[in-house]
């Protein structure tokens, strides 16, 4: 049974960094892509990043290029999404996905698995 835990949220500054991680389990993850997606109040689930496991590239939301970074830890299983120059519109729920296939996503449908999500909160 494929699980995932996120952690990592908060409350920051505007200008501020956090950095999220993904805990995945249950799983050989190498053909999975695994995708951070976040909503706000009001709004709907929205993608962030995602990560191919197997060979690391990645692909990115326009809104947070160049501000956040996701990558994975093999050894722990594990996908982190640091986030730095952070403003009060990232606050919202962020949510890590797995996709069974190796091919990127930008669709919160298209994803699998999900986690419980942990919120940020970015104060202005």
């Known amino acids: 049974q494929v699980q995932l835990v996120e952690s990592g949220g908060g409350l920051v500054q505007a200008g501020g960094s956090l950095r999220l991680s993904c805990a995945a389990s249950g799983r050989t993850f190498s053909s999975y892509v695994i995708g951070w997606f976040r909503q706000a109040p009001g709004k709907s689930r929205e993608f962030v990043a995602a990560i191919r496991w197997s060979g690391g590239s990645t692909d990115y939301a326009d809104s947070v290029k160049g501000r956040f970074t996701i990558s994975r830890d093999n050894a722990d299983n594990t996908v982190y999404l640091q986030m730095n120059s952070l403003k009060p519109e990232d606050t919202a729920v962020y949510s890590c996905?797995?996709?069974?296939?190796?091919?990127?996503?930008?669709?919160?449908?298209?994803?699998?698995?999900w986690g419980q999500g942990t919120q940020v909160t970015v104060s202005s």
């Open positions: 996905g797995a996709r069974q296939t190796g091919t990127y996503s930008r669709y919160s449908y298209a994803y699998n698995y």
